[in-house]
């Protein structure tokens, strides 16, 4: 009986675990503010698909050019593009371009006073 007791609360203990796992492994997800394509990286191509989904001449269905580049979060625009061409010029980044966030985390960017 004992045996079956320490079986039983073993086998709790791991799916405890794997949910824990399964958990942590979806809010993991991160992406990296002004990664329009997503690659990992923020350079002059995420500029161009900016202004390419701005324009429409490039779809955004999954919203992941909105998320990951609306970087002062008062809708995507032109000005978007432009803090992200500053910062690829290391210019001020007063947005955190570059920081990578989870997906389920929002964060208000910084608003820098005059
Ligand atoms: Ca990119
Ligand atoms: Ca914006």
Redesign the pocket.
């Given at each position: 009986m004992k045996k079956i007791k320490i079986l039983i609360s073993g086998l709790l203990a791991a799916m405890v675990l794997i949910s824990a796992a399964a958990f942590s492994a979806s809010a993991d997800i991160i992406y990296?503010r002004?990664?329009?394509?997503?690659?990992?990286?923020?350079?002059i191509?995420?500029v161009t698909?900016v202004q390419r989904v701005i324009a429409q001449s490039e779809s955004d269905p999954q919203g992941v050019v909105e998320r990951n580049c609306d970087v002062d979060g008062n809708g995507l625009s032109i000005v978007d593009a432009t803090h992200i061409q500053r910062y690829i010029a290391m210019l001020a980044n007063p947005y955190q371009i570059g920081k990578q966030f989870h997906y389920d985390e929002y964060e208000l960017p910084f608003i820098p006073t005059k």
């Open positions: 990296i002004g990664d329009a394509n997503s690659d990992g990286r923020v350079n191509n995420d698909y």
